[in-house]
Nanobody, 119 residues
Framework: QLQASGGGLVQAGGSLRLSCAAS????????MGWYRQAPGKRREWVAG???????NYPDSVKGRFTVSRDNAKNTVYLEMNSLKPEDTAVYSC???????????????WGQGTQVTVSS
C-alpha cells in the first residue's frame, strides 16, 4: 500500500513537502514517481526517481521541485518550492513494486493529496 501525505494550502512562492510511504512486507521498490491532476485537466507526470537515485522532471517543474527517496523507509518525497497557483492539483505517487514470489514489477498507486496554491 502506498500512502501519500503532506498536501495543504500554501501561498504562491511558498513550499510544501509531500511524502509517500510503501507499507507492508515482502516487496521491493524500483522506480517511484509523482503525478498531479488539476480539475478538468489530464494527469501530468511531475517527477521520477529510479532505484539508484537518478531523477527526472518535466520542464514545468524543473528547478522548483525535487524528488528524493529513503530506501530504508520505503518512502519517496517531493519537495516543492516557489509554488505557483497553476501547481494546484491532487498529487499522487506511484511505484514499481516486486512482490515476493512474483516474476515481474507491477505499478501501484497511492491515494492523492490535495495541494492548493493561493495567489
Amino acid at each position: 500500500q502506498l500512502q501519500a501525505s503532506g498536501g495543504g494550502l500554501v501561498q504562491a512562492g511558498g513550499s510544501l513537502r509531500l511524502s509517500c510511504a510503501a507499507s507492508g512486507t515482502g516487496f521491493s521498490l524500483s522506480t517511484m514517481g509523482w503525478y498531479r491532476q488539476a480539475p478538468g485537466k489530464r494527469r501530468e507526470w511531475v517527477a521520477g526517481i529510479d532505484s539508484g537515485g537518478s531523477t527526472n522532471y518535466p520542464d514545468s517543474v524543473k528547478g522548483r521541485f525535487t524528488v528524493s527517496r529513503d530506501n530504508a523507509k520505503n518512502t519517496v518525497y517531493l519537495e516543492m518550492n516557489s509554488l505557483k497557483p497553476e501547481d494546484t492539483a491532487v498529487y499522487s505517487c506511484n511505484a514499481a513494486i516486486l512482490v515476493t514470489g512474483s516474476s515481474h514489477y507491477d505499478w501501484y498507486w497511492g491515494q492523492g493529496t490535495q495541494v492548493t496554491v493561493s495567489s
